[in-house]
């Protein structure tokens, strides 16, 4: 598996790179926290050819680490692209967490598919405290589903992993900020 996954890092790294959703500056990340690096996938969302292979890294990573589930859960609003594309080639439902619950019709805080009995693999686009994706992970078990993974593209190393494990949650990730500055020959904290 550790080939495999290797492999994945690298060619994920590589498309981010290429695409230009990795990019050095000045920049305001979710959490709150100020970086000199960002990288936004949704430039590769944007771009078919780029979409589809990192959906196909997905699927492998999904075989290669034998994750189970039933239905997938995007994260409002970054992972619900990646959340779309995976659940079609997989062929499972596909249900999304808004970011607040809604104050007008249901009021539902998870959309789409039903997360009731089922297991969810939560889905995001990029991982840094984790507190999106904790939040959805409490989210889908207040509706009565079950969550033990969560997979997104990238993974900040900033804490997300750890947040994750105290909810009984694996983090898995396409490739991870080090890997993508590996790829861009940039020295971290550069």
Do not use: C
């Amino acid at each position: 598996m550790g080939r495999a996954l290797d492999s994945i890092r690298r060619t994920a790294a590589g498309i981010l790179v290429e695409s230009g959703a990795f990019m050095v500056g000045e920049f305001r990340l979710a959490s709150g926290r100020v970086s000199r690096y960002y990288v936004d996938v949704r430039r590769v969302w944007g771009d078919p050819l780029g979409a589809a292979r990192l959906v196909n890294l997905a699927l492998a990573l999904v075989r290669v680490a034998g994750l189970g589930f039933d239905v997938v859960a995007g994260v409002a609003t970054g992972g619900i692209p990646f959340a779309s594309m995976l659940a079609l080639e997989l062929e499972a439902p596909l249900a999304y967490v808004r970011v607040e619950r809604k104050d007008h019709g249901l009021g539902r805080m998870v959309e789409g598919a039903s997360v009731e009995g089922s297991t969810v693999l939560v889905v995001d686009d990029v991982a840094t405290t984790g507190g999106s994706i904790g939040r959805a992970v409490e989210a889908v078990r207040a509706q009565g589903g079950v969550v033990r993974d969560a997979l997104v593209v990238v993974d900040r190393g900033e804490g997300a992993r750890e947040r994750l494990e105290g909810l009984n949650v694996r983090l898995w990730s396409l490739t991870t900020l080090r890997d993508i500055l590996e790829y861009a020959g940039v020295e971290e904290g550069a």
